[in-house]
Nanobody
């Protein structure tokens, strides 16, 4: 499975960005997709995830109410709509795709999000 992420960039605090990630290859077993992020000097943390078979979404407390994974995603793609961005959202964002049947997790290449104050 290959993941190709796009989006990201530089935005002022309060602004919005949209990240997208498309999975290709042997995606038949993928049933979860989402985003992690890693800020300098910090551990990678889960930002948001969506379960494909029921549309269940889960968000980190720090982004609830500001970030959304739209439920109308095209199969094997995941987007992250980020609104009301804060400087503390600055990080490299990684999309992931997971399979509970194979216990495999695949990662995208990471995209930088920088929020200026």
């Amino acid at each position: 499975v290959q993941l190709q992420a796009s989006g990201g960039g530089l935005v002022q605090a309060g602004g919005s960005l949209r990240l997208s990630c498309a999975a290709s290859g042997s995606t038949f077993s993928i049933n979860a997709m989402g985003w992690y992020r890693q800020a300098p000097g910090k551990q990678r943390e889960l930002v948001a995830t969506i379960i494909s078979n029921n549309g269940y979404t889960n968000y980190a407390d720090s982004v609830k109410g500001r970030f959304t994974i739209p439920r109308d995603n095209v199969k094997n793609t995941v987007t992250l709509q980020m609104n009301s961005l804060k400087p503390e959202d600055t990080a490299v964002y990684y999309c992931y795709a997971g399979s509970t049947s194979t216990a495999r997790v695949y990662w995208g290449q990471g995209t930088q999000v920088t929020v200026s104050s």
